[in-house]
Every structure is written in C-alpha cells, then in structure tokens.
C-alpha cells in the first residue's frame, strides 16, 4: 500500500479513570487508514474500540503516542484546534444513531452544514443531496420517529458526510438493526468509501458486516492482534453466502 494515511494513530497509549479504577485501555496501538477503504475494527467487549475510535476521532487524546490526521499532527493541539480537526476531516456514526427528535431528517443534516459555516439555499440543497444519496429522497421533512431504525441511521450516515469529510468513523453502526437494515447500512458504509474515496472505519462485533470491509483490524485487550485484506471483486452477498455456506459445512 503505497498510498499516504489519512489517520494513523502510532504508538497510542491510554489510560483511563483514575487511582484503584484506572485502567490502560489502549496499550500501544498502531494503525494507518486510507481513502477507498471501508475496515472493520472488531474485537470483544472491553477491548478499546470505541476508546481508539474516538482518539483517531480527536475527540479524546492519547496519553501518549502520536495521531495524524491527513499527516498532521494533533499533539498539543488546543480543543478548539481539535473541534476544528474534527469539523474538516471526520464524520462520526453512532449505534444510537444520535438524531434531534425535533428536527426533520433535513433539518438534522443541515446542522452539520451550519456548524462549519454553510447555511442558506446551498446548505439546504447539500442536505437534500445526500439524503437522496443514501435513499431517502422521500423522507426529507420526516423526524426521526416518524422513520424507521434502518432509516435513522442513513440519515445519520448523510449528516456523517455532509460536509465531506475525508473521514468517516462508526461505532457499533448496524448494532441496533435487524439483518435486513444492517446490511443496506453496511453496504452504505462501503459504497461512501469506494465510490467517495473516503476512509471508513467501522467498529463492530457483527459478524454480517464481513463480507463488506476490504480490511478487517482485529483487537483485543487494548493491542491490535491480528490483520486480515478480504478478497476482492466478489460482491458482498456472495461473500455472505459463502461464509454461511463454510459455517453449515462446519
Ligand atoms: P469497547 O468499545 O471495545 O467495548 P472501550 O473502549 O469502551 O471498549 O473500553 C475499554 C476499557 O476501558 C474497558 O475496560 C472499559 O471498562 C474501560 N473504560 C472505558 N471508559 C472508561 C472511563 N471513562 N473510565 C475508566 N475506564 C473506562
Ligand atoms: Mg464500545
């Protein structure tokens, strides 16, 4: 892999709470994302992903190590410096989708626009862009309860990139979904990073989200302990199917 980091996080170590609670929930991590490439970052519950996730995300900082974003470093950087960071080069996904209820779905992307200054006619023509880009042209003036899980979470993956971010980090994105909705969100997640050339990272434990990553991280107990490259070309149904297929022949 030639092509330059657009995140990387080098020898990242944290620690979190404090005194007899204190625990080191990244122990030295090294990891390199680029554009183009949705990977998985997988791993039991308790073994650092949301906490590396929201370092790489600059919403926490390490106790030591470094972090890049798109090759600068955010070392010493002031929170306002890092907010900005964030507002320029990441997009962030939650399980719980996160939404304003009293917001519709194009009014809670819109927000995404305002806070990095694009408001107005353009702002809301961006906002209706994306939301017909990830399906949901018909939905614009819906709030969120009156949207299904499924759908929620596009919206929440067209406020991830409305502002086009080079970034894109979930956590736990297809958690809370049933199988049908988990995979239209997986398959989501990945189109953004071909089609879009973006970077995604995606934490989960759901093993149906494999057949979509080009890269699967594996981590446990605060250290990165396994790496794999999923085969290419094969759309992910098939590479579904074949998984289920290998499970029912033991
Ligand atoms: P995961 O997302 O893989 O489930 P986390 O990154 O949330 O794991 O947590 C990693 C470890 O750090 C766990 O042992 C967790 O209990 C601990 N931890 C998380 N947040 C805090 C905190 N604010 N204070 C103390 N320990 C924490
Ligand atoms: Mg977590």
């Known amino acids: 892999m030639t092509q330059k980091p657009v995140l990387e996080a080098e020898n990242v170590v944290k620690e979190l709470g404090k005194g007899a609670g204190k625990v080191i929930a990244l122990k030295g991590v090294n990891l390199a994302l680029v554009k183009g490439e949705l990977t998985l970052l997988m791993g039991p519950s308790g073994s650092g992903k949301t906490t590396l996730l929201s370092i790489l995300g600059c919403i926490l900082t390490p106790t030591s190590g470094t972090v890049r974003v798109?090759?600068?470093?955010?070392?010493g950087k002031s929170p306002e410096e890092l907010a900005e960071i964030r507002r320029k080069h990441i997009g962030?996904?939650?399980?719980?989708y996160n939404l304003f209820p009293t917001l519709s779905a194009l009014e809670n992307v819109r927000i995404a626009l305002d806070v990095i200054g694009r408001k107005g006619?353009?702002?809301a023509q961006r906002?209706?862009?994306v939301l017909r880009d990830v399906g949901l042209g018909n939905r614009l003036k819906n709030y969120p309860s009156n949207l299904s899980g499924g759908e929620q979470q596009r919206v929440a993956?067209?406020?991830?990139i409305a502002a086009s971010p080079s970034v894109v980090l979930a956590d736990e994105p297809t958690a809370?979904?049933?199988g049908e909705n988990g995979h239209a969100v997986m398959a989501l997640l990945a189109r953004i990073a071909k089609e879009q050339n973006r970077s995604v990272l995606a934490v989960t434990h759901d093993p149906r989200t494999l057949g979509y990553a080009d890269r699967v991280v594996r981590i446990e107990d605060g250290l990165i302990v396994g790496e794999e490259r999923r085969p290419k070309g094969l759309d992910a149904p098939e590479i579904a199917d074949l998984t289920k297929r290998r499970k029912a022949n033991g």
Do not use: H, K, N, P
Request: charge should be negative; glycine fraction near 4%.
């Open 70 to 75: 798109e090759g600068e470093e955010t070392t």
């Open 92 to 96: 962030f996904i939650f399980q719980s």
């Open 121 to 123: 006619y353009q702002a």
């Open 127 to 129: 906002a209706e862009e």
């Open 157 to 160: 993956v067209a406020r991830a």
């Open 176 to 178: 809370a979904l049933d």
